[in-house]
């Protein structure tokens, strides 16, 4: 449901705020979160399809922004590896005209935090003196993939789609 969705996405975003001195290890940014409904028969169903393509969720369509989509190289290693990973459960990949069991929907949001600092001492013969002081930054930028499985034969009271599984996996994108 839309709740869970806005849950994951948030919980995701304030994960982030969680190393206000900055990440010590790439590890420390890595986060995994799944969501799913108790009700829903996942065991009935084997087939599932999902776009060719990485959606970077950027701009505004609704005000005309043309969507955007991570580079094919890097969207081509997370879609096989979501692929090998449902092959492992059991899942097999059809086209979408096929009347998938599930819609496996993906998106991706980048974020980059940046470090500033100024300065105003420096060290003088035994102690710290006021100065004309330096800057220093440093940055480091982080990716979030959310994904979503749909069952296109279940649709919510708004008339949209319902998410049956929800999950988010963050982690650092630069070196």
């Known amino acids: 449901n839309k709740l869970t969705s806005f ?5 995701s975003v304030l994960l982030l705020g969680c190393y206000p001195q900055g ?4 590890e420390d940014l890595d986060i995994v979160l799944t969501n799913f409904e108790d ?24 005000e005309g922004d043309d969507p955007k989509f991570i580079p094919d190289a890097t969207a081509a290693l997370i879609l096989s590896q979501i692929d ?11 086209d979408v005209s096929a009347d998938p069991d599930l819609l496996l929907t993906h998106a991706a ?6 470090y500033y600092y100024y300065d105003y001492w420096y060290w003088w013969y035994g102690g710290y003196y006021p100065g004309w002081g330096y800057p220093s930054y440093s940055s480091y930028t ?4 959310l994904m979503g499985l749909i069952d296109p ?8 789609a319902v998410l049956q599984w929800s999950g988010a996996l963050n982690g650092i994108l630069t070196n």
């Open 7 to 11: 849950l994951v996405v948030a919980a």
């Open 23 to 26: 990440p010590e290890f790439t």
């Open 39 to 62: 009700e829903y028969d996942f065991s009935s169903k084997n087939t599932y399809a999902r776009p060719d393509k990485i959606v970077k969720i950027t701009g505004n369509l609704v």
């Open 84 to 94: 090998k990973n449902m092959a492992e459960l059991g899942w097999t990949k059809v």
């Open 109 to 114: 949001i980048e974020t980059t935090t940046i």
């Open 142 to 145: 982080t990716g979030t993939l």
């Open 153 to 160: 034969e279940i649709i919510g009271g708004n008339g949209n």
